[in-house]
């Protein structure tokens, strides 16, 4: 007894880890097509309450390799390596527990008929994963789907099912494969290649559908120190770093300059000197120019915001970040929690914005996402909704060191840009860097940890997919379909 006991602990501890390395940057994205079979094989027999202790193990080890980068980041801002350990665990056990709801029905799901079982199994998936991207402010990073952001015509159906469909088909072959039946292979075999037949239908015609006037936008990549961006007597080796690199790139006349997230050491709009010199930088390139700074209004009210200037220097217009980062900008039950955890981002308690802000240049449309915004796939659609014509993000990746993290975030913008049909631009501080169009291909992109600016032509897009106009009604539909299958099996029963 103790043996198989320990032999279905190290299975769960297998799947967990196959699982953390089908991601990026390790990028064994094929391995997630069998990644649950060992946890599969743990629960055959087990009941209710072992099968969720083995889905436990398995999604708490997963993501605690998935998310390891929160360590340094909390080191990195000056937190004690013990809190940054403590929280990856918390974190990673609260995911796990989503994997452990899923163990523990897939128990009482097993007597139903081949098709319906893989069918809800595979819908419950993606409830829960549904439900973590919204529960308690959401945190859907590294969702299953995202394994797959290098399999490009299998992915294109994200602009009908989002990201949660990819979730559904791996964990459909998973399952048809643990149960080596003929019926559940066959099923899931053909969905499976009508996700393809779909991919090669729309990467085929996607480029015929639309034909814009296209824009020249230049990224800037200024690589800063984060121990350096808010001390003051860095501030002029950074505005010095960012000139040098926006004149630079004016050479090559792009309509529009973008500037990292927090790229202006200090408050752009309330602090002379740093203001005068950005007007001077503005007017010099003749260029629009997209740039992050933190920002106040009369009420103090502190927000991280991206700010878009004409030529001339004007401003046109403001987005103030709309969700923040718990624990980095801002503190989840606050008069409880501030005693223990300081707000990483040295600034301090940020304010959330309102409005899912459009800016025009020239006729063309963008938004600016902030940081790990663009991991929301419900909010990016609400900017393509408002008019988005080019989706913008804006990021500061330093926190995390040469980790996985900047990279695991660069990826997952691929799916934001497949779901609504936009491109997607993106100026992170340290990296990744780069532009990815409204296929999910990759058209250019900077390595991390480098001072550089990259040009590139953009083609806007003003076409409305089927997930853009109607959301997540995927996820919703199986989140229904899967609560209705466990009240029948349990009514039948």
């Not at 659609?381 to 995390?400: C, H, M, P, Q, S």
């Amino acid at each position: 007894m103790l043996w198989k006991n320990l032999k279905n602990i190290l299975l769960s501890i297998l799947s967990g880890a196959i699982i953390a390395i089908s991601f990026p940057k390790f990028n064994l994205s094929f391995l997630i097509w069998v990644a649950f079979i060992p946890l599969l094989v743990s629960i055959n027999k087990s009941d209710k309450k072992t099968a969720f202790f083995y889905g436990l193990l398995t999604g708490t080890i997963s993501n605690c390799v998935i998310l390891y980068w929160l360590v340094p980041t909390f080191t990195t801002a000056g937190e004690p390596f013990l809190l940054g350990l403590f929280c990856l665990i918390l974190l990673s056990t609260y995911i796990g527990i989503y994997t452990g709801i899923f163990c523990f029905f897939l128990v009482i799901l097993k007597s139903l008929p081949t098709i319906f079982y893989i069918s809800i199994a595979s819908s419950l998936w993606v409830f829960l994963e549904y439900l973590r991207s919204h529960l308690f402010t959401g945190f859907p990073w590294a969702l299953l789907g995202y394994t797959q952001w290098n399999f490009l015509t299998l992915i294109q159906i994200a602009d009908i099912t989002g990201i949660y469909g990819i979730s559904f088909l791996i964990i459909l072959v998973n399952l048809a494969i643990f149960q080596r039946k003929s019926k559940s292979i066959i099923f899931a075999t053909s969905i499976f290649l009508i996700f393809l037949i779909y991919g090669t239908v729309r990467l085929k015609f996607n480029s015929a559908l639309e034909s814009r006037p296209k824009i020249k936008v230049s990224i800037l990549q200024g690589n800063i120190d984060q121990y350096k961006k808010w001390n003051k007597k860095y501030e002029q080796e950074i505005m010095d770093t960012y000139k040098d690199l926006a004149l630079k790139s004016s050479k090559e006349k792009p309509e529009i300059i973008i500037w990292p997230e927090s790229a202006i050491p200090g408050y752009l709009l309330h602090q002379k000197e740093l203001y005068d010199q950005t007007i001077e930088i503005i007017k010099r390139s003749g260029s629009y120019h997209l740039i992050g700074s933190s920002d106040f209004d009369y009420r103090e009210n502190l927000y991280n915001s991206a700010m878009l200037f004409s030529p001339e220097g004007d401003l046109i217009g403001k987005y103030n970040k709309i969700h923040l980062v718990p624990f980095g900008e801002t503190i989840p039950l606050q008069s409880l929690l501030s005693k223990y955890i300081n707000v990483l981002n040295e600034l301090g308690d940020f304010s959330s914005g309102k409005d899912y802000t459009i800016f025009e240049i020239n006729k063309t449309k963008l938004s600016a996402s902030i940081c790990f915004e663009s991991i929301f796939p419900h909010l990016i659609r609400k900017f393509v909704i408002n008019g988005a014509e080019i989706l913008v993000n804006l990021t500061n990746d330093g926190w995390y060191l040469k980790t996985s993290a900047p990279y695991q975030h660069f990826y997952f913008n691929i799916f934001r840009a497949i779901e609504n049909r936009r491109p997607v631009v993106r100026a992170a501080n340290t990296g990744i860097s780069g532009v990815i169009n409204q296929n999910g291909e990759i058209e250019i992109k900077s390595e991390i940890f480098e001072k550089t600016f990259l040009t590139s032509i953009v083609e806007p897009s003003s076409k409305m997919t089927f997930y853009t106009k109607c959301g997540d009604i995927f996820a919703i539909f199986c989140s229904i379909f899967s609560l209705g299958g466990i009240i029948w099996r349990q009514l039948k029963h």
